[in-house]
Nanobody, 127 residues
């Protein structure tokens, strides 16, 4: 059984930075894709960033490209999301997700492709 636990959410002013962490326990056969999603009020769940654990390849959504950086610590089984130049529209619940995958990651537009989800951490950006 894989469990994902997010941490690092909070409240910051626009233009500030936050770093989120997702610690994974359990075991996924083979290589995996780990991703960050965001659920904002009144909006559908949005894929932000993915990292393929097999080679460290990263993928980003258009709304966060150049501002957010995904990284991994394989020793600690932890996924990070460095968020810079934050905007009020970045406010939302941030979720970590994972699934076994070969050679890359599912498209960020396909949250249903992920088998495991954390409970989320809240990020609030004030203007």
């Amino acid at each position: 059984q894989v469990q994902l636990v997010e941490s690092g959410g909070g409240s910051v002013e626009a233009g500030g930075s936050l770093i989120l962490a997702c610690t994974a326990s359990g075991f996924i056969d083979g290589t995996a894709c780990m991703s960050w999603f965001r659920q904002s009020p009144g909006k559908k769940r949005e894929g932000l960033a993915s990292i393929w654990t097999g080679g460290g390849t990263t993928y980003y959504g258009d709304s966060v490209e150049g501002r957010f950086t995904a990284s991994q610590d394989n020793v600690k089984n932890t996924l990070f999301l460095q968020m810079d130049s934050l905007k009020p529209e970045d406010t939302g619940m941030y979720y970590c997700a994972a699934t076994s995958y070969i050679g890359g990651c599912p498209a960020l537009e396909t949250p249903d492709a992920y088998d495991y989800w954390g409970k989320g951490t809240l990020v609030t950006i004030s203007s």
